[in-house]
């Protein structure tokens, strides 16, 4: 099959053809239709992630056709649409046993763990715990934007950050995770303020129903918050991950706000600072978000299905494999479009 490969972190990707993966007993091999690019993707590439081992293909946002399964598989079958999450679980440790397969003890993770999406195949390990059977009118572009990124932003809004009607929530970083967390933010009938440094991810946002946009780089972000919320926002999501938005997102909630991490911190970013005595002061929450489970994608799908969430929305432009290796190089330059990027192999 083609894939793109790297041999080296930073080096840049190239298109190789590699032996074609087969399942294991208790796995699923899928043919790619689509799969997302993510900035999770690039900081892997850059050595950013421990797990990843040399030489490695990327790629974690799939969707496609199941081609082939390993002899003890029994939910999913030959010829079924399917997705999966970005934590795939293993279904037997005591996170999964008490069903939070996003925080597993044992998880494989395409294109991170394991070689990912970036190819023709990709093969998935446990596919009966992790295999998300995809509704048959659902184009493959837009089931992969479901990806880690929308995935990943509705559990933070829905579950973890617990966004009602009527409370105000701040979205820091309008990328795709920031981006789909305002339409997920606002289909909760939520108010959306959305931040971000870009003109047309700002743009973006409000097209979305964020009802104020804030560029830091020209506004004093937390007074910008607060004086517009009268208060402070209830529910404030970091999508983009550095010591400055992690910062900027606790100081703008009320009190008794909750802090969504959803961005990963990572290299120096990673030990950042939290002031706790405001913590401690307003009774704040600090949430971690990782994923969603496979068995929690019911109820995404059914509002996607009904048109309440419009994850094709999101998508910004469509490239192929060979143009991924260029795509991967440019993406710590500063953003033109808005939206996601979607591999189609």
Sequence with gaps: MRAVMYEEFGRRPEVVEVDDPTPTPTGAVVRVEATGLCRSDWHGWQ?????????????????????????????????????????????????????????????????????????????????????????????????????????????AVVAQGRVRAGEWVAIHGCGGVGLSAVMIAVAQGARVVGIDVSRSALAAAGALGAELVVNPATVDVVPAIRSFTAGGVHVSIDAVGSRATCLASIACLRKRGRHVQVGLMLVDDARASIPMDAVIAGELEILGSHGMAAHSYAEMLARVASGVLRPQQLVGRTIGLDDVPAEMMSMDLPRIGAGMTVIVP
């Design 47 to 155: 050595g950013h992630d421990p797990d990843i081992a040399l030489p490695h293909v990327p790629g974690h946002e799939l969707a496609g056709t199941i081609v082939a399964v390993g002899g003890d598989v029994t939910r999913c079958h030959v010829g079924d649409r399917v997705t999966v999450p970005f934590v795939c679980a293993c279904g037997q440790c005591e996170q999964c046993q008490a069903g939070d397969h996003q925080v597993c003890d044992a998880q494989f993770q395409p294109g991170f763990t394991h070689w990912g999406s970036f190819a023709e195949l990709v093969a998935i390990a446990e596919a009966d715990v992790n295999v998300v059977l995809l509704p048959e009118d659902m184009a493959s572009v837009t089931a992969a934007a479901l990806g880690c990124r929308f995935a990943t932003s509705y559990r």
